[in-house]
DNA sequence: ACCCAGGCGCATG
DNA sequence: CATGCGCATGGG
């Protein structure tokens, strides 16, 4: 079982290859002299229960409209950040809460995520938890993706994944699967290639749950991926 | 026309 | 604790 999570991981890179998530437009933050991280912070909140390819649009016309500051976000009219970010879905509710998050991280931390992303890890896991609209999944897609922080993110697709795999010694619970990953990872990965594996990893698992094989029959003959559970079950 | 997406908060039993 | 519902858009 302890090589399993590592066979599994080495399989769906082979097969899937780099999911290159989060992508962010370096030169287009240093240009704007802005913050890359807290557009993934705001990537994170559009893209709860929404298309990725949504979120994309609702980011580019923040971009065009440079809203991807602190500051701006302070200034910014709610009713045109509703028609920016209307494209991601749930606008109402996200536009509120995007522009709340800006004005705490503002107070708290005078903008300055690096200030904020230096305390320690469950430290701004709890803080984030405590934000309206960002629950455990965003809480630590923000830790992971924008702070660089060691933990695992658990996602409707890596619980579904769980149950079809030979896991069968978590349970359901978000904290037992994350456990159970990182646990299962500390084990046979050198300490430097946590943070990319983890978030490599999560990447992986959703490329696979939209996998066609995945979504349709229990398993197929010919990918490695079925291959391997197959061996396993 | 339906179903779903890189969830979350709140109201019930 | 766990289930159900509203939130809203765009693509298959």
Same mark, same amino acid.
């Given at each position: ?42 990537? +994170? ?5 929404? +298309? ?14 440079? +809203? ?33 998050? +800006? ?131």
């Amino acid at each position: 079982m302890a090589t399993f999570v590592k066979d599994l991981y080495e399989i769906l890179f082979n097969t899937f290859g780099n999911q290159y998530w989060w992508p962010v437009d370096t030169h287009y933050h240093l240009k704007q002299k802005s913050d890359p991280r807290f557009e993934i912070i705001i990537g +994170a909140i559009l893209t709860q229960n929404t +298309a990725w390819t949504n979120v994309e649009k609702a980011l580019e016309n923040l971009k065009k409209n440079r +809203a991807f500051t602190i500051p701006a976000l302070l200034c910014i009219q709610e009713k045109t950040l509703r028609t920016l970010i209307q494209p991601s879905g749930f606008f109402n509710q996200k536009a509120q809460r995007l522009m709340f998050i +800006a004005s705490y991280l503002q107070k708290q931390y005078n903008g300055d995520l690096q200030e904020f992303f230096s305390q320690d890890t469950s430290d701004i896991h709890q803080e984030l938890l405590s934000l309206q609209g960002i629950g455990p999944e965003t809480a630590d897609s923000i830790l992971l993706y924008a702070g660089n922080h060691p933990v695992f993110v658990v996602d409707a697709y890596t619980k579904r994944i769980c149950r079809r795999l030979p896991l069968s010694t978590t349970s359901d619970s978000y904290d037992d699967i994350q456990h159970f990953f990182e646990h299962e990872l500390s084990s046979c990965i050198p300490e430097k290639e946590r943070i990319p594996t983890y978030k490599e990893y999560h990447a992986l698992l959703v490329r696979l749950a939209k996998q066609n094989c995945w979504k349709k029959k229990p398993s197929c003959d010919d990918c490695p991926l079925c291959t391997l559970c197959e061996k396993l079950l």
